[in-house]
């Protein structure tokens, strides 16, 4: 029992994770391409944007002291800025980081001249950044990655609570998720049903415990719809599966067109979300950051 309260623990149990489905589905969103793609889809509808939680993320904020006006927020993976947005309306000073020219895009087009002043945005991908350099090591009260790609390894995990003097916030999937389109395209071109459990957030959390970081957690079901044409999804499943999958172009790209136009209607496809996320808030723990 007490080896599960140890961080090494979870550290490799994390690192082995890297022969299954879940390790290739991270691999496939794990590039500007694909997200530069997906970007015109966001943000489409008042049902997505509820499944943000933004008052209830703001509330769980407050409640761990990590909400007052002037704070200094780093956003890991801040995409199309909506909850980068919400805090900078709050007066937190925010510096906004994405690997995604065509996110970004999205999210410098919502803000509004009266938050101007307050967020930072910078197209940078976290793996690659040196804190040390940038003087970013304790700099920020409250550092975010939500549904990032960028947190996906403990070294990405620890820099990133290396960047924060107070706290800190996470959210990703905690269940299998419903993905028929993927699971469709995965069965034609990886030849295997997709075994997708992106739970990868529970190592965070349980590496936390081992840390002596007790987290507030919550989880949410989140169900959406996202209406895309044919050539949205199609550039969108491309830039995915050429970073997975071995087969040519010309042989991926004929798999991706039938099987995409079999399941339109008027040239458009709708893409269905539903699965379980969990956030967790946590203040800074000084000295348990290896």
């Given at each position: 029992?007490?080896?599960?309260?140890?961080?090494?623990?979870w550290?490799?149990?994390?690192?082995?994770?890297?022969?299954?489905?879940?390790?290739?589905?991270?691999?496939?969103?794990?590039?500007?391409?694909?997200?530069?793609?997906?970007a015109?889809?966001?943000?489409?509808?008042?049902?997505?944007?509820?499944?943000?939680?933004?008052?209830?993320?703001l509330?769980?904020?407050?409640?761990?002291?990590?909400?007052?006006?002037?704070?200094?927020?780093?956003?890991?993976?801040?995409?199309?800025?909506?909850?980068?947005?919400?805090?900078?309306?709050?007066?937190?000073?925010?510096?906004?980081?994405?690997?995604?020219?065509?996110?970004?895009?999205?999210?410098?087009?919502d803000i509004?001249?009266?938050?101007?002043?307050?967020?930072t945005?910078?197209c940078?991908d976290?793996?690659?950044m040196?804190?040390?350099?940038?003087?970013?090591?304790?700099?920020?009260?409250?550092?975010i990655?939500?549904?990032?790609?960028?947190?996906?390894?403990?070294?990405?995990?620890?820099?990133?609570?290396?960047?924060?003097?107070?706290?800190?916030?996470?959210?990703?999937?905690?269940?299998?998720?419903?993905?028929?389109i993927?699971?469709?395209?995965?069965?034609?071109?990886?030849g295997?049903?997709?075994e997708?459990k992106?739970?990868?957030?529970?190592?965070?959390?349980?590496l936390?415990?081992?840390?002596?970081?007790?987290p507030?957690?919550?989880?949410?079901?989140?169900?959406?719809?996202?209406?895309t044409?044919?050539?949205?999804?199609?550039?969108?499943?491309?830039?995915?599966?050429?970073?997975?999958?071995?087969?040519?172009?010309?042989?991926?790209?004929?798999?991706?067109q039938?099987?995409?136009?079999?399941?339109?209607?008027?040239?458009?496809?709708?893409r269905?979300?539903?699965?379980?996320?969990?956030?967790?808030?946590?203040?800074?723990?000084?000295?348990?950051?290896?």
């Amino acid at each position: 029992m007490d080896t599960i309260f140890n961080k090494e623990f979870w550290i490799n149990e994390w690192e082995k994770d890297k022969t299954s489905d879940t390790y290739s589905v991270h691999r496939g969103f794990s590039t500007p391409e694909y997200w530069d793609k997906a970007a015109g889809t966001y943000n489409q509808n008042k049902k997505e944007v509820r499944n943000r939680r933004l008052e209830k993320t703001l509330a769980a904020f407050k409640r761990n002291n990590l909400l007052f006006k002037g704070m200094s927020v780093l956003e890991i993976g801040c995409g199309t800025g909506m909850v980068s947005i919400a805090l900078a309306k709050k007066g937190a000073r925010v510096t906004a980081l994405d690997f995604s020219e065509g996110m970004l895009e999205k999210f410098r087009q919502d803000i509004t001249p009266d938050i101007k002043k307050n967020i930072t945005i910078l197209c940078e991908d976290w793996h690659k950044m040196d804190i040390k350099e940038k003087g970013w090591e304790k700099k920020f009260d409250l550092v975010i990655a939500f549904m990032s790609p960028g947190v996906a390894t403990p070294k990405a995990f620890f820099k990133m609570m290396r960047c924060s003097k107070k706290g800190c916030a996470i959210r990703g999937w905690a269940s299998k998720g419903t993905h028929p389109i993927l699971a469709d395209l995965w069965e034609k071109i990886m030849g295997t049903s997709l075994e997708d459990k992106p739970q990868s957030i529970l190592y965070k959390i349980n590496l936390l415990f081992s840390l002596g970081i007790f987290p507030e957690i919550t989880f949410d079901t989140i169900a959406w719809s996202q209406n895309t044409t044919v050539k949205e999804e199609f550039d969108r499943q491309k830039a995915f599966f050429q970073k997975i999958s071995n087969k040519p172009d010309d042989e991926l790209e004929l798999i991706l067109q039938d099987s995409l136009e079999a399941i339109s209607e008027g040239n458009r496809i709708v893409r269905t979300h539903k699965g379980l996320t969990a956030t967790a808030v946590w203040q800074m723990n000084p000295g348990a950051i290896p």
